[in-house]
């Protein structure tokens, strides 16, 4: 496994050691894995929509564009 240094604002390592703190990770290595995990599985799932709405947008089945139908879509999940 890669050792890294990195460097925290206080607010962000405030929250780091809330979460060891309510026994939610054991250390903050655990938790920034843990963060990266979701980022990517995020990165994946956005990518899979990007290309679902190339290829809708592509085949005419709208005139909307891609901005258009993920700001109607973030409208729509926000409420």
């Known amino acids: 496994m890669a050792r890294q240094s990195i460097s925290f604002t206080e607010p962000n390592d405030e929250w780091l050691?809330?979460?060891?703190?309510?026994?939610?990770?054991?250390?903050?290595?655990?938790?920034?894995?843990?963060?990266?995990?979701?980022?990517?599985?995020?990165?994946?799932?956005?990518?899979?929509?990007?290309?679902?709405?190339?290829?809708?947008e592509q085949s005419g089945f709208t005139s909307d564009s891609k901005e258009d139908i993920l700001k109607q879509s973030k409208a729509l999940l926000n409420g």
């Open 17 to 56: 050691k809330a979460q060891i703190d309510k026994k939610e990770y054991s250390s903050k290595s655990e938790l920034v894995n843990d963060l990266i995990r979701q980022a990517r599985k995020q990165q994946i799932r956005i990518d899979w929509i990007n290309a679902k709405l190339e290829k809708a």
